[in-house]
């Protein structure tokens, strides 16, 4: 019985080696008519997660607008009832309904960044 049992050892021991010697290179494989093995992976691909991708930032574009020519571009636009605006008009000494468009840090842009 033990002897049985080392001898089914030896052969499996022996069938394994043998199979992995088998295996050789893919050349040694197309030479015998075998298709090529698959290329190993050395690396492992993850998935992409909601962490690793880039967030937009919070600051919104500007809004454009062309006026005769020139193109005015604002960073906030807001009514004239908003506290910041108010404060604004009123150092300059203009009175608008609460309900008008009002842009805030605005800033005119020439065509193609030239300064002219």
């Known amino acids: 019985m033990k002897s049985t049992i080392v001898l089914f050892v030896i052969a499996f021991l022996l069938v394994t080696v043998q199979a992995a010697i088998i295996r050789g290179t893919n050349a040694d494989r197309m030479a015998r008519g075998l298709p090529p093995r698959a290329p190993a992976k050395l690396y492992t691909p993850t998935r992409v997660t909601e962490e690793k991708r880039h967030k937009p930032s919070n600051?919104?574009?500007?809004?454009?607008?062309?006026?005769?020519?020139?193109?005015?571009?604002?960073?906030?636009?807001?009514?004239?009832?908003?506290?910041?605006?108010?404060?604004?008009?009123?150092?300059?000494?203009?009175?608008?309904?609460s309900n008008a468009v009002?842009?805030?840090?605005?800033?005119?842009?020439?065509?193609?960044?030239?300064?002219?």
């Open 59 to 97: 600051t919104p574009a500007p809004v454009c607008k062309a006026d005769q020519g020139k193109q005015v571009c604002c960073e906030r636009i807001t009514t004239a009832s908003d506290p910041e605006a108010k404060l604004l008009l009123g150092l300059a000494g203009v009175k608008l309904a």
């Open 102 to 116: 009002v842009g805030l840090t605005c800033s005119d842009t020439k065509p193609f960044g030239l300064p002219w």
